[in-house]
């Protein structure tokens, strides 16, 4: 059963020479569909060309990386509810909180945060999230309008058991990148990934950043891609005390549901 990557970052500069070769190597370790994050103004646009370049391929989010939340103005707002309203465009996000590189004010991202979950309200969209150092008004903002949206994502977790138990009794997905492979950050994932029901957990590899680190030759430019989603799918399963075929088939399974790629 072919994979299915939930956050690729295609729009990196560093595929623009090279996308229909990371796409075939994709292929060929068994990695069907990504999902192209969509965090700028102007990646959330490229994005959405690369889902209609590469159509039942690739699929797009479209939303403000909290980084990116100083340059978010009246005109990327209407802009981002345009785009959201796309076929093509699965969920909004990247959005969220991020408090441990501070590149926009606290205050900025809150406020930018709460716009685009009014936009998920309005367009009826799951929600793509980020939340690094902030779980505490990351969570209260989120509990705000986490009825009034499909479903919630919360991507590349990293943080801790009780973020993790707050995320499910929110009826949250859970998203799991090569940071479970960094033994010096990502260590406790490995027991806290047993405890997300299959039906909440699902795969990525935020390429091409969190290159795995127990990849194997490692590639010499360091650079992540989506064929090492089955990388990231075996140590998972590993920790879980699964085999990747289980694992496989529940991931995809909630991941076509949540993003809706069936239809």
Same mark, same amino acid.
């Given at each position: 059963?072919?994979?299915?990557?939930?956050?690729?970052? @295609?729009?990196?500069?560093?595929?623009? !020479? %090279?996308?229909?070769?990371?796409?075939?190597?994709?292929?060929?370790?068994?990695?069907?569909?990504?999902?192209?994050?969509?965090?700028?103004?102007?990646?959330?646009?490229?994005?959405?060309?690369?889902?209609?370049?590469? =159509?039942?391929?690739?699929?797009?989010?479209?939303?403000?990386?909290?980084?990116?939340?100083?340059?978010?103005?009246?005109?990327?707002?209407?802009?981002?509810?345009?785009?959201?309203?796309?076929?093509?465009?699965?969920?909004?996000?990247?959005?969220?909180?991020?408090?441990?590189?501070?590149?926009?004010?606290?205050?900025? !991202?809150?406020?930018?945060?709460?716009? !685009?979950?009014?936009?998920?309200?309005?367009?009826?969209?799951?929600?793509?999230?980020? !939340?690094? %150092?902030?779980?505490?008004?990351?969570?209260?903002? @989120?509990?705000?309008?986490?009825?009034?949206? =499909?479903?919630?994502?919360?991507?590349?977790?990293?943080?801790?058991?009780?973020?993790?138990? %707050?995320?499910?009794?929110?009826?949250?997905?859970?998203?799991?990148?090569?940071?479970?492979?960094?033994?010096?950050?990502?260590?406790?994932?490995?027991?806290?990934?047993?405890?997300?029901?299959?039906?909440?957990l699902m795969l990525e590899t935020d390429a091409p950043?969190?290159? =795995?680190?127990?990849?194997?030759?490692?590639?010499?430019?360091?650079?992540?891609?989506?064929?090492? @989603?089955?990388?990231?799918? %075996?140590?998972?399963?590993?920790?879980?005390?699964e085999t990747r075929e289980a694992l496989a088939e529940?991931?995809?399974?909630?991941?076509?549901?949540?993003?809706?790629?069936?239809?």
């Open positions: 059963m072919d994979l299915i990557d939930i956050g690729a970052n @295609l729009t990196h500069d560093s595929f623009r !020479q %090279d996308l229909d070769d990371v796409l075939a190597r994709a292929t060929a370790h068994g990695v069907g569909k990504m999902i192209v994050t969509g965090a700028s103004r102007e990646g959330s646009t490229h994005a959405l060309d690369l889902a209609r370049t590469y =159509p039942g391929r690739l699929y797009a989010t479209a939303g403000v990386h909290p980084h990116h939340a100083i340059d978010y103005d009246e005109e990327t707002h209407e802009l981002l509810r345009r785009l959201a309203k796309e076929p093509e465009v699965r969920a909004v996000g990247e959005t969220g909180l991020d408090y441990n590189r501070n590149y926009s004010p606290r205050d900025v !991202q809150r406020e930018v945060f709460e716009r !685009q979950l009014k936009i998920a309200v309005e367009v009826g969209k799951p929600l793509f999230l980020h !939340q690094r %150092d902030a779980h505490h008004d990351f969570l209260a903002i @989120l509990k705000r309008y986490r009825d009034r949206v =499909p479903a919630a994502v919360v991507h590349c977790f990293t943080d801790t058991g009780e973020a993790l138990r %707050d995320y499910l009794d929110l009826d949250c997905h859970i998203g799991i990148t090569g940071w479970i492979c960094d033994e010096r950050r990502g260590a406790h994932l490995r027991e806290l990934v047993k405890t997300i029901p299959a039906n909440r950043y969190l290159l =795995p680190r127990t990849i194997r030759p490692m590639p010499k430019d360091r650079r992540n891609e989506p064929m090492y @989603l089955a990388h990231i799918r %075996d140590e998972v399963a590993r920790d879980r005390g529940a991931s995809v399974r909630t991941t076509e549901a949540f993003f809706h790629l069936t239809t």
